[in-house]
């Protein structure tokens, strides 16, 4: 479980929240504070006060998969091929496995065509593909995903999807701006000028939200 | 006044993109997968990438702005105030005009992307052009933005507006579909026979055109009003 107690970090301010393992969704207006308790989460924002623990540990000691809202922050190295393999090279992987896992990993992606390219001449879309692709390939505890959908086509969302829940990671937690995607995971918080102001499974959050753009239109067409 | 793509071919090493078509007043939209050619095409339409063969003409348009997908690339202003001096518009008006809650003495880069995106398509629409090219216009906006968004875009009487994106909840009124696959522009025509033909439609759009009931438009009331059809 991760237990997030007393927090007080820029304008977000929780009291006690606890995120069980599975997917959790965070949704909200702009700039209600979803990124700051993303990173927090990661471990790459400390809080002013209070205590962030994963199973236990503080995020500095557990494994981490971020994906960055802006897909060009998440590149580290010119080309696909090494910044897919930065990761492994962090951990010390021996090059020999390290080839293995890359091409494992890119054919499972479906990304083996982006393998000799340069970063910067990829599309948006596809360096979110290749921060996703990064951030899972050392099968990571947490993985946190700060808005990966909004640069992404329907059928590469839904790949993706599929791929994220049966990565067999713990913890998936997601800010996102598509309804039906948040619909998708197990929990769901709703956010507002920093704080959480629904918690809960999507049915129960969403019922909260009847009535608002934030109910999916696909529930008020077909229940 | 008309855009005309005539028999354009671009090309970047192996990829490649073929267009032909003519856009005129009325909001196009523009799908594709991932890497199909969208931004590509948009700044053709700029005439900022080179064609290899064919021409890019433009009939009567007087100005052309490019919104790009991220909107940090823009930024030329220190604060918020000087961002929006910098478009030749008032920050407070701008500001209020968005319903975000932020001070026009916040550094831009301390904004929230959402929030970033938000007041960066205020400035862009806050002045009339003959063409407006919007490359993924509703990435990382919340909900209600986007709902703001698609009200100003629908509320649009003049110009050509160009929608490039992947979005698939919400849609401002569309008057034309294209979509781009394998290398090519294909013209699905205008709404709602569009929907017909469209292969990149949202799921929730296909189910509906499935079942007899094409939606008259995209916007959430007539996809809504088309579900209670089946309803009854």
Known sequence: MITLHNIRCRSLTIDHLEILPGITSIIGP???GKTTLLRLCAGLLTPMNGTVLIDGKTPGQTETGYVNEFP??????????????????????????????????????????????????LSGGEKMLMALATACITRP????????????????????????????????????????TAASGDYLLFIDHGHIIHAGTPAAVFASLSGTPYYPLSWRCFG | MKLILDQVIARRGPWSLEADGCFDK????????????????????????????????????????LSMEFPEFYLTGLTVAEECASWGLDAEEIVQNTGLCI?????????????????????????????LLLDEPFSSLDCSQKERLCTELSQRQEGITVLFTHEQATFPRVDHIWEIADGRLVDCGVLPGALERWQHAPELVKKLVCAGMIPENLTPDKIWEAACRIQG
Not at chain 2, 106 to 126: F, M, N, Q, Y
Request: proline share 4%; aromatic share 4%.
């Open chain 1, 30 to 32: 702009n700039g209600g």
């Open chain 1, 72 to 121: 060009d922050r998440n590149i580290l190295f010119p080309t696909v091929n090494d910044e897919l393999a930065s990761p492994l090279r962090f951990s010390h992987v021996p090059c020999k496995e390290i080839t293995e896992i890359v091409t494992a990993h890119a054919r499972a992606w479906d990304i083996c065509h982006l393998l000799g390219r340069r970063m910067q001449d």
């Open chain 1, 141 to 180: 505890t947490l993985l946190a995903l700060d808005e990966y959908d909004s640069h992404l086509d329907a059928s590469r969302c839904a790949t993706i999807e599929t791929m994220i829940q049966q990565s067999g990671t713990t913890y998936i937690i997601r800010c996102t701006q598509q309804m039906e």
């Open chain 2, 26 to 65: 009325g909001i196009h939209l523009v799908t594709g997968d991932l890497g199909s050619g969208k931004s590509t095409l948009a700044l053709i339409m700029a005439g900022l990438f080179p064609t290899e063969q064919g021409t890019v003409r433009m009939e009567q348009i007087r100005g052309v702005m």
């Open chain 2, 103 to 131: 001070s026009t003495t916040t550094p831009p880069l301390c904004l929230s992307r959402g929030e970033l995106k938000c007041l960066h398509l205020s400035c862009v629409l806050a002045r009339p052009h003959d063409l």
